[in-house]
């Protein structure tokens, strides 16, 4: 079974800088794709960015891109969410997801829904105050 615990979420400042980490247990992990999600109350997840199997790829949500990088430590089994030129609608509780399926296979219109991924971590709260 697949265990994702994200940890790093903070109250930050506008412009701030933030690096959100998935700490990935239960299955090999260059065998899984990885996933960012986002999500504020009463509205619908919203994809932040996915890295292909064995990390290769990385796609990146229109909102995020060119601020947000993700990478891993494979050593460690670690998925990371790095941010930086962090805005007030940032604000979000930040999870983790993984899949088996590879995303390089897949349309952006499969692997940036919630439903294509199987596990899920908690989730961490950032706030980013103007």
């Known amino acids: 079974q697949v265990q994702l615990v994200e940890s790093g979420g903070r109250l930050v400042q506008a412009g701030d800088s933030l690096t959100l980490s998935c700490a990935v247990s239960g299955q090999t992990f260059n065998r899984l794709s990885m996933a960012w999600f986002r999500q504020t109350p009463g509205k619908e997840r919203e994809f932040v960015g996915a890295t292909s199997r064995g990390g290769s790829r990385q796609y990146y949500g229109d909102a995020v891109k060119g601020r947000f990088i993700i990478s891993r430590d494979t050593a460690k089994t670690t998925e990371y969410l790095q941010m930086i030129y962090l805005k007030p609608e940032d604000t979000a509780v930040y999870y983790c997801?993984?899949?088996?399926?590879?995303?390089?296979?897949?349309?952006?219109?499969?692997?940036?829904?919630?439903?294509?991924?199987?596990?899920w971590g908690q989730g961490t709260q950032v706030t980013v105050s103007s």
């Open positions: 997801a993984a899949e088996s399926r590879d995303v390089a296979l897949y349309g952006t219109s499969w692997f940036t829904r919630p439903s294509f991924y199987t596990h």
